[in-house]
């Protein structure tokens, strides 16, 4: 990040932050098609060509709506909690590498906002603060079915944390940096398998399958998708901490939701796919088709499986994820120590 | 001001540390009072870190790291007890809380 | 004024700022948020003093974890309108403010006159970025020379654990033996969120009689019987299940029911 001037770092954040926000924009397009397609009917197509505008037309509607506020609701936490959730979404995404370096005017800019020496971690902090913007919402609205909902989400939320953040210890013990840019360029070697000859690349999916799904199963349930999404869902406690928001307010948190959706996705496809590492030619463009192998994941998740109950999803963050979790990071320092990642 | 100082870090430990104390002394809500506690305590590890800072040494950051852990596990059990007192006198009011005096 | 400098004065004020808004805070909803804004800077200002690392964990554990647990207990406790706000001593107030004031004029002329004492220690930047960066000089320097402290931290963090759990059980698990066994509550009546309370003793099934039919609810002691038992029924319970009458007239909570 020293090697170039601030402002060429906030330009690329820009880029990237208006990036992020048409495909979240876009995201919902597809996810309500692709759920359609698998439900046997079409989806949205009145909206222009394939029902392309129907994001536009969404936020018209939402943006039109009369913005409420109950009557007992404390004004400035209610308007404070849904920014809090959608601010720290698209934050995460400025330690995403997209590439390497690109010369454009004869100077040379990184393909990421910042390269900090801890980018896993702010990420991790990030998602901690977005708590805040769930416990703040339900308790502002006055209402107990949000509080409630809002304090379950919470202890969903900082529960299935814990696993995501052991998970990625596995990574750290072998790629020895917390850095998404290093962690990038070690998975860029090809490694020879067992001296067969036979070339696969050096990403950490091959050295850490266990972390893989431990880590997918919990950003699932991190952004209370289906089939973790029983504090938000319509029919549980009147759809939870966002009850009483509405109109612009709900969409908040609705785009935090899509928008932290995207940024997981581009994270597991760095950390364990090789994000931009492809077969012929490294770019952004595979970093963006294994994100999008992820989001359509979710969707897929979102339309086949049935909702986890309250203490089902609370047993599978502390008695299955959380003990897998620790014995992939106990495996992972033995392989480490004993054969210094040379098992292929 | 001119350059930074370890002087800057200090004066910012010592305003949080006064006015965390300054929680704890007045105010009545024992929750209160228990984050004005925390307030104390990151005051504290500002001058740690400032401190290592200033001298180059890695041994501020060490002990910050080690009381951030010792609060969570401090933070626990006070909650707990908040928990356990309200569910007994009713009350979060710490001037309330007088069996062992009276 | 340097940009280091600009940038420490905006974070410091605005963690001073919020550090007086906790303990000023009518409402301790308020206070929590304040302290978390606090903790944000402090952050913030840990990655200025080139301790990156620990304002990583700073913020995952002191605002993601120890603050939610203060902010689920503030929501969880029912808390009234304490009379410290209510015009109680403002003597108090006052002498605090002026106390708070005097001191931190010392400790500002103390911090101010210092002489640094001991020798700097090798960690400056370029030793720092020569051995890979903040975490891992941390990592070597804690597991080499700290690995016993870390062992106690986990242990007291164990403890705290249990201590929790003990402390937090609630009280009535002893009287759980003394023949309560289930209870059903309706609430599709007003007043159904109030938990009703068994009485102690009572035999299994018992044919509920309209006069003691307690505003629309049927007490059971067993869940065998709940199904042998109509709970809308209004008048008797007859012996073979499925043969009860439907009331007539209006339904479970009017006027005319009880």
Same mark, same amino acid.
């Given at each position: 990040m020293s090697d170039q001037p601030l402002w060429i770092s906030f330009v690329v954040g820009f880029i990237v932050l208006n990036v992020l926000l048409i495909g979240m924009a876009y995201m919902t397009w597809a996810e309500r098609k692709v759920m359609a397609y698998m439900q046997d009917r079409i989806g949205p197509n009145r909206t222009g060509p394939f029902g392309l505008l129907q994001p536009i037309a969404d936020a018209v509607k939402l943006i039109g709506k009369e913005d409420l506020i109950p009557k007992f609701a404390d004004k400035r936490i209610f308007v404070i909690a849904p920014l809090v959730s959608f601010v720290t979404a698209p934050l995460a995404g400025l330690v995403i590498p997209f590439g390497d370096q690109v010369t454009i005017a004869g100077r040379q800019i990184n393909l990421y906002a910042t390269d900090i020496n801890i980018a896993v971690l702010y990420v991790l902090a990030l998602s901690s603060i977005g708590v805040y913007g769930i416990i703040l919402g339900g308790y502002?609205?006055?209402?107990?079915? !949000?509080?409630?909902?809002?304090?379950? !989400?919470?202890?969903?939320?900082?529960?299935?944390?814990?696993?995501?953040?052991?998970s990625l210890v596995g990574v750290f013990i072998i790629s020895g940096s917390l850095s998404l840019v290093d962690i990038l360029n070690q998975q860029r070697q090809t490694l020879d398998l067992f001296g067969t000859g036979l070339q696969i690349p050096n990403w950490f999916i091959f050295y850490q399958p266990l972390a893989f799904v431990i880590f997918l199963i919990a950003a699932v349930a991190e952004t209370n998708r289906l089939p973790f999404d029983l504090p938000e869902a319509e029919t549980e406690l009147i759809s939870g901490f966002h009850t009483e928001y509405s109109g612009f307010r709900f969409s908040f948190y609705f785009l935090a939701e899509y928008i932290s959706m995207i940024v997981i996705s581009l994270f597991a496809a760095t950390l364990f796919l090789g994000g931009t590492d492809g077969p012929i030619a490294d770019g952004a463009w595979w970093l963006i088709l294994k994100a999008m192998i992820f989001l359509f994941f979710y969707i897929w998740l979102r339309t086949t499986l049935p909702r986890f109950r309250y203490d089902q999803l609370m047993g599978i963050a502390w008695k299955v994820l959380l003990p897998l979790a620790l014995l992939n990071i106990v495996v992972t320092g033995f392989v480490r120590l004993a054969f210094n990642n040379q098992l292929w | 001001m001119g350059e930074l100082t370890a002087t800057h870090f200090l004066l910012l430990s010592a305003a949080l540390f006064i006015t965390g104390m300054m929680g704890v002394l007045t105010r009545r809500n024992v929750l209160v009072i228990f984050m004005s506690v925390e307030l104390m305590v990151n005051a504290v590890n500002v001058s740690f870190v400032g401190f290592a800072?200033?001298?180059?040494?890695? &041994?501020?950051?060490?002990? #910050?790291?080690?009381?951030?852990?010792?609060?969570?596990?401090?933070?626990?059990?006070? =909650?707990?007890?908040?928990m356990a007192l309200s569910r007994r006198a009713d009350t979060v009011d710490v001037a309330e809380v007088t069996e062992l005096r009276d | 004024?340097?940009?280091?400098?600009? /940038?420490?004065?905006?974070? #410091? +004020?605005?963690? *001073?700022?919020?550090?007086?808004?906790?303990? +000023?805070?009518?409402?301790? +909803?308020?206070?929590?948020?304040?302290? /978390?804004?606090?903790?944000?800077? =402090?952050?913030?200002?840990?990655?200025?003093?080139?301790?990156?690392?620990?304002?990583?964990?700073?913020?995952?554990?002191?605002?993601?974890?120890?603050?939610?647990?203060?902010?689920?207990?503030?929501?969880?406790?029912?808390?009234?309108?304490?009379?410290?706000?209510?015009?109680?001593?403002?003597?108090?107030?006052? !002498?605090? &403010?002026?106390?708070?004031?005097?001191?931190?004029?010392?400790?500002?002329?103390?911090?101010?006159?210092?002489?640094?004492?001991?020798?700097?220690?090798?960690?400056?930047?370029?030793? *720092?970025?020569?051995?890979?960066?903040?975490?891992?000089?941390?990592?070597?320097?804690?597991?080499?020379?700290?690995?016993?402290? *870390?062992?106690? /931290?986990?242990?007291?963090?164990?403890?705290?654990?249990?201590? #929790?759990? +003990?402390m937090a059980r609630p009280d009535e698990i002893t009287t759980r033996t003394r023949g309560r066994t289930t209870g059903t509550i309706s609430l599709g009546h007003s007043r159904g969120a109030d938990l009703v309370a068994l009485p102690s003793g009572a035999p299994t099934a018992r044919v509920i009689h309209r006069e003691d039919m307690r505003d629309g609810l049927v007490m059971v002691t067993s869940a065998d019987a709940y199904t042998e038992q109509a709970a809308w029924a209004g008048t008797d319970v007859p012996s073979e299940p499925g043969a009860a009458e439907y009331p007539t007239g209006a339904g479970i909570g009017s006027e005319e029911n009880r």
């Amino acid at each position: 990040m020293s090697d170039q001037p601030l402002w060429i770092s906030f330009v690329v954040g820009f880029i990237v932050l208006n990036v992020l926000l048409i495909g979240m924009a876009y995201m919902t397009w597809a996810e309500r098609k692709v759920m359609a397609y698998m439900q046997d009917r079409i989806g949205p197509n009145r909206t222009g060509p394939f029902g392309l505008l129907q994001p536009i037309a969404d936020a018209v509607k939402l943006i039109g709506k009369e913005d409420l506020i109950p009557k007992f609701a404390d004004k400035r936490i209610f308007v404070i909690a849904p920014l809090v959730s959608f601010v720290t979404a698209p934050l995460a995404g400025l330690v995403i590498p997209f590439g390497d370096q690109v010369t454009i005017a004869g100077r040379q800019i990184n393909l990421y906002a910042t390269d900090i020496n801890i980018a896993v971690l702010y990420v991790l902090a990030l998602s901690s603060i977005g708590v805040y913007g769930i416990i703040l919402g339900g308790y502002a609205s006055a209402n107990r079915y !949000s509080l409630l909902g809002a304090l379950r !989400s919470a202890a969903q939320v900082v529960s299935y944390e814990i696993a995501l953040g052991l998970s990625l210890v596995g990574v750290f013990i072998i790629s020895g940096s917390l850095s998404l840019v290093d962690i990038l360029n070690q998975q860029r070697q090809t490694l020879d398998l067992f001296g067969t000859g036979l070339q696969i690349p050096n990403w950490f999916i091959f050295y850490q399958p266990l972390a893989f799904v431990i880590f997918l199963i919990a950003a699932v349930a991190e952004t209370n998708r289906l089939p973790f999404d029983l504090p938000e869902a319509e029919t549980e406690l009147i759809s939870g901490f966002h009850t009483e928001y509405s109109g612009f307010r709900f969409s908040f948190y609705f785009l935090a939701e899509y928008i932290s959706m995207i940024v997981i996705s581009l994270f597991a496809a760095t950390l364990f796919l090789g994000g931009t590492d492809g077969p012929i030619a490294d770019g952004a463009w595979w970093l963006i088709l294994k994100a999008m192998i992820f989001l359509f994941f979710y969707i897929w998740l979102r339309t086949t499986l049935p909702r986890f109950r309250y203490d089902q999803l609370m047993g599978i963050a502390w008695k299955v994820l959380l003990p897998l979790a620790l014995l992939n990071i106990v495996v992972t320092g033995f392989v480490r120590l004993a054969f210094n990642n040379q098992l292929w | 001001m001119g350059e930074l100082t370890a002087t800057h870090f200090l004066l910012l430990s010592a305003a949080l540390f006064i006015t965390g104390m300054m929680g704890v002394l007045t105010r009545r809500n024992v929750l209160v009072i228990f984050m004005s506690v925390e307030l104390m305590v990151n005051a504290v590890n500002v001058s740690f870190v400032g401190f290592a800072w200033e001298q180059n040494s890695m &041994i501020g950051q060490t002990f #910050a790291l080690f009381v951030i852990g010792i609060a969570a596990a401090e933070a626990v059990l006070g =909650l707990g007890i908040v928990m356990a007192l309200s569910r007994r006198a009713d009350t979060v009011d710490v001037a309330e809380v007088t069996e062992l005096r009276d | 004024m340097t940009p280091e400098v600009l /940038v420490f004065d905006i974070l #410091a +004020v605005i963690a *001073i700022i919020a550090g007086i808004g906790v303990v +000023v805070s009518r409402n301790p +909803v308020h206070s929590a948020v304040a302290l /978390v804004v606090t903790f944000v800077n =402090l952050a913030g200002i840990f990655v200025m003093l080139r301790a990156e690392f620990l304002a990583a964990v700073q913020i995952i554990v002191y605002t993601g974890a120890i603050l939610v647990l203060v902010l689920f207990v503030i929501m969880l406790v029912d808390m009234d309108d304490l009379p410290e706000f209510h015009g109680g001593a403002p003597l108090q107030r006052l !002498s605090a &403010i002026v106390i708070g004031l005097i001191l931190l004029g010392e400790v500002a002329a103390a911090v101010v006159t210092r002489t640094v004492v001991g020798q700097p220690g090798p960690w400056n930047e370029e030793t *720092i970025a020569a051995a890979g960066g903040n975490v891992q000089v941390l990592g070597q320097f804690l597991y080499s020379g700290y690995v016993l402290p *870390i062992q106690a /931290v986990a242990i007291v963090l164990l403890v705290g654990t249990i201590g #929790a759990l +003990v402390m937090a059980r609630p009280d009535e698990i002893t009287t759980r033996t003394r023949g309560r066994t289930t209870g059903t509550i309706s609430l599709g009546h007003s007043r159904g969120a109030d938990l009703v309370a068994l009485p102690s003793g009572a035999p299994t099934a018992r044919v509920i009689h309209r006069e003691d039919m307690r505003d629309g609810l049927v007490m059971v002691t067993s869940a065998d019987a709940y199904t042998e038992q109509a709970a809308w029924a209004g008048t008797d319970v007859p012996s073979e299940p499925g043969a009860a009458e439907y009331p007539t007239g209006a339904g479970i909570g009017s006027e005319e029911n009880r």
